[in-house]
T-cell receptor
Framework: GAGVSQTPSNKVTEKGKYVELRCDPISGHTALYWYRQSLGQGPEFLIYFQGTGAADDSGLPNDRFFAVRPEGSVSTLKIQRTERGDSAVYLC??????????????FGEGSRLTVL | GNSVTQMEGPVTLSEEAFLTINCTYTATGYPSLFWYVQYPGEGLQLLLKATKADDKGSNKGFEATYRKETTSFHLEKGSVQVSDSAVYFCALATGGFKTIFGAGTRLFVKA
């Protein structure tokens, strides 16, 4: 497809379980971002990749959260020992340049995570 | 720190009414300012942007002017349509790669 693709669109899991969320960016976009959107809030930055490397992971809330992008395209956000407070919509975005001033962010529809 | 504050919703208007959604920001340096829109069932998409003071961004009949003196970037449209019903997010970027978003304002337009 032409846009950013995220899977699964919905994930329900139990507290303590491990979860992986996948993002397939627009072909050719070197910059990839993960954001988290809680109910009634705007997207909150988690991590930014330029190519294969995480240029900034300062938004990851704790060490239960980890993200990879091994070949510079698809990215996976991994959450260990999930907690109820992790419930949110996880958004992925990609960009041609990595600079929001010059390169538009293109967002996927998100993965809604519910931790019971 | 950098932040964005926008008016709480929901905002409910009749078709052809005038729309204003207020947005103010706090930032170090000289940020670029954005409005993103999220239509039902779709991902966020860029609506318009302005990269320096006094710039006006416009798209699809929407406009917003970058006002440095009042640190504002209010979104306006002269005549809304039912199809404009969506959630609108004001956002800023300060020369790095992070975009900081407001909490969003939901707009309902009635026929």
């Amino acid at each position: 497809g032409a846009g950013v693709s995220q899977t699964p669109s919905n994930k329900v899991t139990e507290k303590g379980k491990y979860v992986e969320l996948r993002c397939d960016p627009i072909s050719g976009h070197t910059a990839l971002y993960w954001y988290r959107q809680s109910l009634g809030q705007g997207p909150e930055f988690l991590i930014y990749f330029q190519g294969t490397g995480a240029a900034d992971d300062s938004g990851l809330p704790n060490d239960r959260f980890f993200a990879v992008r091994p070949e510079g395209s698809v990215s996976t956000l991994k959450i260990q020992r999930t907690e109820r407070g992790d419930s949110a919509v996880y958004l992925c975005a990609s960009s041609l340049t990595g600079d929001p001033n010059t390169g538009e962010l293109f967002f996927g529809e998100g993965s809604r995570l519910t931790v019971l | 720190g950098n932040s964005v504050t926008q008016m709480e919703g929901p905002v409910t208007l009749s078709e052809e009414a005038f729309l204003t959604i207020n947005c103010t920001y706090t930032a170090t340096g000289y940020p670029s300012l954005f409005w993103y829109v999220q239509y039902p069932g779709e991902g966020l998409q860029l609506l318009l942007k302005a990269t320096k003071a006094d710039d006006k961004g416009s798209n699809k009949g929407f406009e917003a002017t970058y006002r440095k003196e009042t640190t504002s970037f209010h979104l306006e449209k002269g005549s809304v349509q039912v199809s404009d019903s969506a959630v609108y997010f004001c956002a800023l970027a300060t020369g790095g790669f992070k975009t900081i978003f407001g909490a969003g304002t939901r707009l309902f337009v009635k026929a």
